[in-house]
């Protein structure tokens, strides 16, 4: 596990001395996912999560575009607002934005995320208001019965697609990376530790956090993620980012390393053919997000190796916060509006 | 020489240039003396879309009418009694408004052959007998006010530019505008640039004295102010008078204001102004576009804030699927429509009643949203607050429909006392509302408004989820049920139909009228110049003007029943007259003219005439 790398992120946040568990979590609402589907997991670990922050419940909103993801307010016995097609990080930015005392979390779909709403979503990284944002990539459009997405692998046959699909996925770690996002991981629906882990991370980052979560849709591109759940290949293909760690993976003979690369870039290498000094120590804070681009392209083009855990994590000055100062400040400068002045400035004359 | 002064009752000056000219800016003060001076006045700022077109060219012409009056007047005026033409595109492209004896005081320096060239005047109209029925002042504005800034430590093209200032000098000497206000304007313009602040001012001053000693002008003209109703005025744009009702509503209403907001022509200076004025507590964000925007205002609307969002067309046909949620969600929403000329792009500075019906009807599903209109720019203030008190009362998002005219166009305004202002507070829930005691159903509506409650996050034990999907009626929880839907579909039709909103008056002088004009929103200067007209004339026609079109006054169809005919002119095809015909099947006689302009008072008295004596 990594350390609470800055731990601001829920610092306005009432706290409550209450005990709270796994079914503080739960609402009455009958759960309705298909069977299987990975969503079940995540909601689990999040109810189980929850508690560990020890914050109010009644300040805690979860916010959600459409998409069978979506749906996961619902099933929160929290505030939430389950929104339109795309739009949750525009109604969350302005929730959070005028309520500094909330933890936001914005639920969302590939799809959702990354077609429709893509607009938002770089523009919501980019401004950095204290938000979580978790993207359930499945790979696939579940709600509308298994259209490709934009994180489809090429050639992808779905219903729309007969002949396979033609457009290049998004990566959506590389795609916040650009986006000058200050925190970036991915973790798996089937890896409860991991994902409590990258969870905590995120809540505790004051900002926007992007959480890419592995998420298998049974019904329309079961197995999407099975290389990396499957215990014969999951070692072998999984690299475990740590903060602070050698970048190591796989098993034995086949245990490999990542490097800077000569040519830019990293590269995997077999670690017995490199020196320990090489292998490249992951450092989640390094301001410059080029080595955590270049640790994103690793799984492309065909999960040969998939880096999860947390790409990126720097402090910049959230949004909210520096709009707070800009009132306070002006506030301050010409002390607090009063309406009669407002309505009587600039030049009058009066009427007898 | 002493010079002879002439008393009038009311002048209409346009000044025209190039838009690299500064005549928004000259007109604009010119406005502002004239208010200091306490006449009445409307302004009507007509601009090209393009910051800069081409030098010289007609599409370049950027023009700014002053109506003022020494009485109450309702429109900035059809037919201008003084051009300002600054070069040879201004003339031609306002010559046409120009009534026979109007003065033309034009700039000669700029009357070159190029420019002559440029729109097609093959000869010069200044020395040829084209403008005999004109009474014209061939002034070469440039060199004189080159001239008078001789000495100057500034360019000769930063002298040259300052000849808009001269014009403005030599127009207060010539109707007796006080000066200070200007002088201390400059000087806080250019305070960073002290030489051309002093230059601007001299300019200014060079104009007055020109007037003071020329012999191209015998007489000045004297405007008493006008006697308006006692109280404190000041001039205000409807843009300005939007943003400050927006201001006024979150105090009134104890909720901070949260407005959400893409820049678009003519509704971004209602976003500029509330950015000035953070010390309110107003949080202004710059959303990456118009969905964002709307859906940013919605978002902090769930966290208990006066959420609002402004545009124009393009951008409420954006926002129409977050519109839509607000309607389903049952949250209040401020949605600002500054009409502009459409389709499409159409003519972003031009003005238009064209968005009624999107309005009204642009959202998928049964979507009811109220819809209120400002007659005036200083009204725009007003139904602000009243679209606020709508959006909070009944938990639902408003449409305020403004437009480019009220936007830009000024009026004085008699400034409110605080005290005048309605109580618009709400109180938020924080306690179970079931029958058991514990359970809250954030659907249960209240009898009388069918509001339903207002339960904002951070409120212990009220925890709820609201979206898009149906709900069942009272408990908000998903609902797929077929009678549920029907219910819910009339529930918030019902709400909004029952809305209290105030009757609407006529204006029927003796009673005897047969014919009644009706308008909404900025047509009410017109229609109302138009019905004094053809009252003076010994026409008899009744006013009335609707504020409210959704849900339209209790006693609308009585009021147009009660006529033989009803006139409805409309900047549009005639999308009101529709939902008229439609609601109370009256045969709306419609008057539609969509050239991006204001109707002319004279205009449409022609046409009242018309109806009147068709019986
Ligand atoms: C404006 C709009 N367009 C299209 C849809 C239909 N639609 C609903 S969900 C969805 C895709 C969902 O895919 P994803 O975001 O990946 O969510 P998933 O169901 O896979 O969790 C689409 C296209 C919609 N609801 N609204
Ligand atoms: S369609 Fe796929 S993503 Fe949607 S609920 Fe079923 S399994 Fe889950
Ligand atoms: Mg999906």
């Known amino acids: 596990m990594t350390e609470s790398l800055n731990g601001k992120g829920l610092a306005l946040v009432p706290k409550t001395d209450a005990k709270q568990s796994l079914k503080d979590f739960k609402s009455d609402q009958e759960v309705r996912w298909c069977p299987g589907c990975g969503d079940y997991a995540i909601l689990a670990a999040v109810q189980s999560f929850l508690p560990e922050l020890g914050l109010r419940r009644e300040n805690i909103v979860f916010v959600s575009g459409i998409g069978c993801s979506s749906r996961f307010p619902y099933y929160m016995n929290t505030y939430g607002f389950h929104s339109i097609h795309g739009r949750a990080p525009a109604i969350a930015t302005g929730l959070a934005a005028s309520r500094p005392d909330l933890s936001v979390w914005v639920i969302t779909g590939d799809g959702d995320a990354l077609s429709i709403g893509g607009n938002h979503l770089i523009h919501a990284l980019r401004r950095n208001v204290n938000l979580n944002i978790l993207l359930f990539n499945n790979r696939i459009y579940g709600l509308t019965k298994g259209q490709y997405s934009p994180t489809s692998e090429i050639g992808k046959i779905t219903k729309s697609t007969p002949m396979g699909s033609l457009d290049k996925p998004f990566n959506p770690i590389s795609l916040a990376l650009g986006a000058e996002a200050g925190f970036v991981a991915r973790t798996i629906d089937s890896d409860r530790k991991h994902l409590h882990s990258v969870l905590r991370e995120a809540a505790a980052h004051r900002g926007t956090s992007l959480v890419e979560i592995y998420q298998n849709c049974n019904i329309f591109n079961d197995g999407a993620f099975d290389a990396l759940k499957e215990p014969e290949t999951r070692d072998e293909i999984t690299i475990r980012l740590e903060h602070g760690q050698p970048i190591v993976f796989g098993t034995g003979e086949n245990e490999k390393a990542v490097r800077l690369s000569p040519q830019g870039g990293v590269e995997v290498v077999r670690r017995a053919e490199v020196a320990e000094s090489e292998i490249l120590v992951h450092d989640a804070h390094r301001p410059d997000p080029s080595v955590a681009f270049a640790l994103s392209r690793l799984d492309d083009p065909a999960f040969e190796h998939v880096p999860i855990g947390i790409f990126r994590s720097v402090d910049r000055p959230a949004y909210d916060t520096l709009m707070s100062e800009q009132l306070e400040q002006a506030a301050a400068d010409k002390g607090k509006g009063q309406l009669a002045d407002l309505l009587l400035g600039g030049d009058t004359w009066r009427i007898a | ?615």
């Open chain 2, 1 to 615: 020489m002493t010079k002879q002064v002439q008393q009038l009752d009311r002048v209409i000056i346009r000044f025209a240039g190039d838009s690299g000219d500064g005549m928004q800016l000259t007109g604009d003060r010119f406005t502002a003396e004239t208010a200091k001076f306490g006449n009445d006045l409307s302004t009507l700022p007509n601009f090209p879309a393009e910051i800069r077109a081409p030098a010289g060219t007609l599409p370049g012409v950027s023009s700014f009418q002053l109506h003022f009056a020494d009485h109450d007047i309702l429109t900035p005026g059809d037919a201008p009694n003084v051009l300002v033409a600054m070069n040879p595109a201004a003339l031609k492209a306002n010559l046409g408004d120009l009534p026979r004896g109007a003065d033309i005081i034009a700039n000669t320096d700029e009357f070159t052959k190029r420019n002559l060239q440029k729109v097609g005047y093959a000869t010069n109209p200044l020395e040829d007998d084209s403008l005999a029925e004109w009474r014209v002042h061939s002034l070469p504005l440039t060199s004189l006010t080159v001239k008078a800034l001789e000495g100057f430590a500034i360019s000769k093209k930063d002298a040259e530019r300052a000849k808009n200032m001269f014009a403005l000098g030599l127009l207060s000497w010539l109707y007796h505008r006080p000066t200070e206000a200007t002088i201390k304007f400059l000087e806080a313009k250019f305070a960073k640039k002290p030489d051309i602040a002093k230059a601007n001012v001299a300019a200014f001053q060079a104009g007055w004295n020109y007037g003071e000693t020329t012999e191209s002008f015998s007489v000045s003209y004297e405007i008493k102010p006008a006697t308006l109703a006692p109280g404190v005025y000041r001039n205000i744009s409807g843009n300005q008078a939007l943003a400050y009702g927006l201001i006024a509503a979150s105090v009134q209403s104890g909720l901070p204001l949260f407005l959400g907001s893409y820049p678009i022509t003519p509704a971004s200076d209602i976003l500029h102004e509330l950015s000035k004025h953070k010390r309110f507590g107003i949080r202004t964000f710059q959303a990456e576009d118009e969905i964002a925007g709307v859906g940013a205002a919605l978002g902090a609307a769930f966290g208990g804030a006066l959420g609002v969002t402004t545009t124009s067309g393009p951008g409420v046909a954006l926002k129409a699927e977050t519109v839509g949620l607000a309607v389903a969600t049952e949250l209040p929403l401020i949605v600002v429509d500054v009409q502009r000329a459409g389709p499409s792009t159409g003519m972003p500075t031009k003005t238009e009643q064209t968005d009624l019906l999107m309005a009204m009807f642009g959202r998928n599903g049964e979507s009811p949203v109220p819809v209120v209109a400002p007659a005036t720019p200083s009204d725009c203030f007003d139904a602000a607050v009243e679209a606020a008190r709508i959006a909070l009362a009944y938990r639902t998002p408003v449409m305020l429909l403004s437009d480019g005219y009220l936007a830009n166009g000024s009026e004085p305004w008699r400034v409110p006392e605080v005290s005048e202002l309605p109580d618009i507070s709400v109180e938020f829930t924080t306690e179970p509302n079931g029958e058991d005691g514990t359970t809250y159903l954030p659907f249960k509506r209240d009898p009388e408004t069918l509001a339903r409650p207002w339960a904002v996050p951070g409120t212990p034990g009220l925890e709820h989820r609201i979206g898009g999907i149906e709900k069942a009626d009272g408990s908000g929880n998903i609902s797929y049920d077929p009678n549920n839907h029907d219910r819910m579909v009339r529930l918030r039709q019902a709400k909004i139909d029952g809305i209290d909103v105030p009757p609407l008056e006529v204006d029927d002088e003796d009673g005897d009228a047969r014919v009644l004009v009706l308008g909404w929103g900025s047509t009410y200067g017109p229609i109302a110049a138009a019905v004094r007209r053809v009252r003076k004339d010994g026409g008899k026609v009744a006013q009335a003007h609707l504020r409210h079109l959704n849900p339209l006054p209790a006693n609308t169809g009585d009021v147009l029943r009660s006529y033989d005919r009803v006139l409805l002119p409309e900047i549009n095809l005639g999308q009101l007259a529709l939902l008229l015909r439609a609601r109370f099947l009256v045969d709306v006689i419609s008057y539609n003219r969509v050239r991006g302009l204001p109707f002319k008072a004279e205009e449409l008295a022609g046409v009242i005439q018309d109806v009147i004596n068709s019986d």
